[in-house]
């Protein structure tokens, strides 16, 4: 199995491009909507999209 995408929910999405720029050297592919697919595969996601989306889920299987 080969790893493909890692996904890291963030705070502060700015800084959090400017740091995988700035140390990695990683460019943007795609910014939409609160997700950012930057070369070599990372995946950066505001974390306010994550927590809602796992609300909903949880909710959902609870109700």
Do not use: H, P, T
Not at 8 to 13: K, S, T
Not at 32 to 59: H, P, T, Y
């Amino acid at each position: 199995m080969k790893l493909k995408n890692v996904l890291i929910a963030v705070n502060d999405m700015d800084r959090a491009i400017r740091f995988y720029k700035e140390i990695f050297g990683l460019e943007v592919i795609l910014d939409q909507d609160g997700n950012v697919i930057m070369s070599e595969g990372l995946v950066l996601q505001d974390a306010r999209i994550g927590n809602s989306f796992w609300i909903k889920i949880c909710f959902q299987r609870i109700i």
